[in-house]
Every structure is written in C-alpha cells, then in structure tokens.
C-alpha cells in the first residue's frame, strides 16, 4: 500500500520561508517523478513542481519558478519543496504526488499522478 504523508506547513509571513516534506513508502520511491501541487481556496488544484527519480531534472511552475526549490534524498524516501519569498497568494493546501510510471520526466500533469498525499496547509500572512 503507497503512503505519502507530508508535513512542514504552517503560518508564515509575507517574505519568509518554510520547507515541507512528503514521506513516501510502498513504492520504489528512486524510479518514480514525484510532485508537488496547490489547491488555495476558490480555486483549481494547480501544479508547482516535480523532480524526476534521480533529482537530476525539475519542473516549475512560473508563478514560482525561482522562488521555490523541489529536492528529493531517496536514502529516506523523502521529497521536499523549500518554499522562499512567500507571497499571500501562495496560500493553500499543498499536496504531494507520485508518478506511478518509472523513470518519467517530472510532469506537471496531475493525472500522470497516481498516488496523492493528504495535504498540508501553508498560510502566508501577516
């Protein structure tokens, strides 16, 4: 059975900072592309980013395209999304993906992902 359960959000101000972290387990976590997707209130879930199965490649979204950094340590089956110069809009639940698919580019297409995290809020406000 795939888990992915992320953690790390929280309040932070306009400006600041905060890194989550998304567990995986009951896959082969070093060939899988994993991502990263927002859902803020009102609105669409939207794609941020994806890293592939070695970490060698990634994928932004522009809206946090030099802002944001997707990382992945496949020694703890752990990826992260460090999240920098947090604007309001930003607000929303994040939720971790995996491509089921092996050894895929990172795609920002979310039906290429099969297994979802449960999602963490992040608040940027002052």
């Known amino acids: 059975q795939v888990q992915l359960v992320e953690s790390g959000g929280g309040l932070v101000q306009p400006g600041g900072s905060l890194r989550v972290s998304c567990e995986a387990s009951?896959?082969?976590?070093?060939?899988?592309?994993m991502g990263w997707f927002r859902r803020a209130p009102g609105k669409e879930r939207e794609f941020v980013a994806a890293i592939n199965w070695s970490g060698s490649t990634t994928n932004y979204a522009d809206s946090v395209k030099g802002r944001f950094t997707i990382s992945r340590d496949n020694a703890k089956n752990t990826f992260y999304l460090k999240m920098n110069q947090l604007k309001p809009e930003d607000t929303a639940v994040y939720y971790c993906?995996?491509?089921?698919?092996?050894?895929?580019?990172?795609?920002?297409?979310?039906?290429?992902?099969?297994?979802w995290g449960q999602g963490t809020q992040v608040t940027v406000s002052s």
């Open positions: 993906a995996a491509d089921s698919r092996d050894y895929r580019a990172p795609t920002s297409l979310s039906v290429q992902y099969k297994y």
């Open positions: 009951g896959l082969t976590f070093s060939s899988n592309s």
